[in-house]
């Protein structure tokens, strides 16, 4: 279900209504009058206080009544916004010189039991995830037949594609390609494409955690495998420790790798894979100058995943156009896992149904009575 169709206030349930002053979507009585909405619906309640006040016949020590209680409110409002301000200002004083993204043991530790329980919270009933804006792959785009040529150029999110590329006929001199190497390639845009919707976006924000979950995560990079079809390519991903999310979010990536092989189109079938692997590589070479001397295990791992990316690339552009040929097959396998999964959730639903069918016995029943 889309954000915008959320009430704004809780976050949990359907916006049925729209406020005539803000135009905020919100779901009741209880949200409207929320303090977080109190700057409108207190306004609102005082200008049919006054329009009641201007059409009543009433006399004018009423009025003045009237005045200084709706000026009372709006001064009690005021103080409590100031001290919510404080209690923020307080809350960026604890967490002064702490860093976000490395000290959140830290920072949960100077939180308030009260913060803690909000926090908790806000993650069970899901709120926390709606605070978080949903990464839109660059690969992920729609087909339009008019579009801007200039605007197309600044919207462009696509990584840029190496300059220096091997040339695939000086490393192969004496033997022709792999016919598996497709197969191979399948098997590392599946790691990468997790990596990016694993981190949202931000995986070069983290370029050792995602360089490494990247190769460990493609068992072509890190153990050498040899995938014999598509199919075993995508289920040494589905299978793979490193790749440990929901079944649905794993299958979901079939399809985005499919959207890279295909390609934007217009004679441009060859931009994402050529892309993808470009990103691939200089992820991994900027993991691999961090690391030390000490790390020399990760470090070598790195460093033939690195070999094997230049050789890939190298490929790419010469016989890459061969990668369109298993964009059938992972259109097949991407619709069979989700069959697969479509029936998966059917058996679990009739077996919950079935167990809750079977009520265990009363707590005042007797299994056994002693017969006189």
């Known amino acids: 279900m889309e954000e915008s ?29 929320h303090k977080e909405h109190s700057d409108c619906s207190e306004a609102f309640y005082k200008e049919c206080c006054m329009e009641a006040l201007e059409d009543q016949d009433v006399s004018s020590e009423e009025k003045q009544k009237m005045l200084e209680m709706l000026d009372r409110l709006e001064k009690e409002e005021v103080q409590n916004s100031d001290s919510n301000s404080d209690e923020g200002e307080e809350l960026s004083e604890r967490l002064s010189g702490l860093n976000l993204d490395t000290d959140s043991e830290k920072i949960w530790n100077r939180l308030t039991s009260k913060e803690q329980a909000q926090f908790n919270q806000m993650m069970k009933d899901g709120r926390l995830g ?21 605007s197309e150029k600044l919207d462009d999110k696509t990584p840029d594609v190496l300059s220096k590329i091997p040339d ?21 845009l599946f790691a990468y494409v997790f990596v990016c919707r694993l981190y949202n976006g931000t995986h070069w924000d983290c370029p050792r955690e995602s360089a490494l979950k990247l190769v460990k995560g493609s ?28 079944q649905e979010f794993l299958i979901e990536l079939v399809s985005d790798v499919t959207k890279i ?57 010469k016989c890459g156009m061969i990668l369109h040929s298993v964009i059938p097959e992972l ?3 991407h619709g069979r896992l989700k069959e697969e999964f479509q029936e998966t959730i059917q058996v679990k639903k009739s077996i919950e149904r079935n167990l809750s069918q079977l009520r265990p016995p009363r707590e005042d029943s007797k299994l056994i009575e002693e017969l006189s």
């Open 5 to 33: 169709r959320f009430c704004k206030i809780c976050n949990k349930k359907q916006a049925k209504y729209t406020c005539p002053r803000c135009n905020l979507g919100y779901c009741g009585l209880s949200c409207y009058r």
């Open 130 to 150: 709606n605070l978080v804006e949903v990464w839109t792959p660059w690969w992920d785009v729609k087909k339009v037949k008019i579009r801007d040529v200039d």
């Open 168 to 188: 695939i006929s000086k490393l192969l001199t004496k033997s022709k390609p792999s016919a598996d190497i497709r197969n191979n390639l399948v098997n590392v």
């Open 261 to 317: 092989l295909r390609g934007p189109g217009r004679g441009e079938e060859l931009k994402f894979v050529m892309a993808a692997l470009s990103e691939i590589l200089q992820l991994l070479k900027k993991c691999h100058t961090l690391y030390k001397k000490d790390d020399r295990e990760e470090k070598q791992l790195l460093f033939l995943a690195i070999k094997k990316l230049e050789f890939y690339l190298g490929w790419s552009q």
């Open 219 to 246: 068992d072509v990079l890190s153990k050498n495998s040899v995938c014999s079809s598509t199919s075993e390519a995508i289920q040494l991903g589905l299978i793979n420790s490193e790749c440990k999310q929901s």
């Open 331 to 333: 259109r097949l396998e």
